[in-house]
DNA sequence: AACACGTTTCGGCATCATCGAACACCTCCC
DNA sequence: GGGAGGTGTTCGATGATGCCGAAACGTGTT
């Protein structure tokens, strides 16, 4: 791991945080002396990485736009779910989100509108707290280390009066979700959005995202085809992704097979 | 400039540019030891910022992806835009882009779709070499540095039959646009595309963007009406941003005005 | 089973990033 | 108008750190 290399992340994820911040700010953030971490903006401002504005602060540059548009038009899982995606959400009349792990949260890479032709916001690229969204659960249940990961560097975050924050708990969610392969939400993250996932599988059996319909808590809660759909459509793409099994039956507790 | 992070950033662009590589090709490419790019992608990994496949190779991570959505939010250019953008493209009948330059070429921060409900790929992120659209040849007519560093490092790709690649007759177009504050361009990135652009300046009265039509070459390909509108649109957004004239007076050859 | 390819690890050397302090700059306030 | 505080930026010496060669590991192939 270098050292400079990973300070630069570290400089990029703050300002993902805060939209615009003072070289001073930054460096006090990272506990870091002013200097070091100019060397570092400057280098990321030369790349268009970072940009400074008018009065010196600094924020996020164009470089990584175009960045993030490479990622998706490369990224496997998203090819392959595309049409699957599209006729969830035309068979279940819900918005259809895919997600992927990162850190601690998930990161929404796809999202079919609601068929309904309302007016809806565009959510690929934003992020989650994984414990507070049915995807997250979806993919922690599967995979045990990250789970682990994530509950040893508690308190989680508590994004409504609904977030399940307790660690046993959730434990126990992961447990059932292990069961049916289904992971639900109900007003964890935002306020009014239920959700219904499924776990992704490739070709190593290992979970790499998961697949789910967010749609209104007051609609329909818990309705059995609804979640049918779901897992068939978590399975036919981890079908194309090369999975063998869904879920695969010897849940990877660590990356150690042989 | 840490040499480090500049490699960093070399590795994202490099994985940007073909979308799977291995570390092998990913090394002669940059010309450096396997075991020197192995260490930065190894960091990037662990930070999401890039992913490593089954088969070893290496892609862009979900990482980008946050940042880039952040970067959207927090642009200020498209802040002031997004009204003035949607007006246009109602009174023009065409799509708007704007775009902000980032080394030779210009990004796409914002897209207004054709207002007629044809399905249209969404084009916000996308990169197009600056001298072959409209919106690159606004920039480039008013930042002069950046139009010379451009043309020392020909040559220029020719991504039509009709791209300009020539740099006096582009020097020739580039002073006609900073007469009248338009620049135009058909079929020299997409055939079949024909665009009307103008410059965009902050508070420094530098230029920072441009905001343009797309319409099909067939169309209309020089309509006062709709590069008056153009115009206008480019002069209430640089107004927003603080600039005092439209185009300023002295276009800045170098920022060193004191 | 042996090979060939590519990825990953390891350790010594020299480079390179680091950090403190001084400089230039602006804004705000007196 | 002039000073004081807070910025961002530059510079140079120090030694920690990233760089690179070569060797080991893993994987798919012949």
Redesign the pocket.
Known sequence: ???????AVAVLLELQGARR???????SRLS?????V?????TLVARGMVE?DLS???ALGPGVLRLSNVYLDSNELRLRALTWTEALAERSGCAVRVGVPLERDIVVIHHVFRPDGSHQMREIGIDIPAHGTALGKAVLAFDPTRAQRLFAVAPLPKLTGRTCVDTDDLAAQLERIREDGIATASDEAILGEAEVAAPIFDANDTVIGAVGVVLPTSDAPTDRTVSDEVRRTAVSISRELGATAWPPRSTQREPTE?
Chains 1, 2 share one sequence.
Not at 32 to 36: F, M, Q
């Open positions: 791991m270098i050292q400079s290399v990973d300070r911040l003072r070289l001073t700010e930054l460096a870091l002396p002013n200097s070091t100019h060397g570092i903006v400057a400074q010196g602060r600094y042989t």
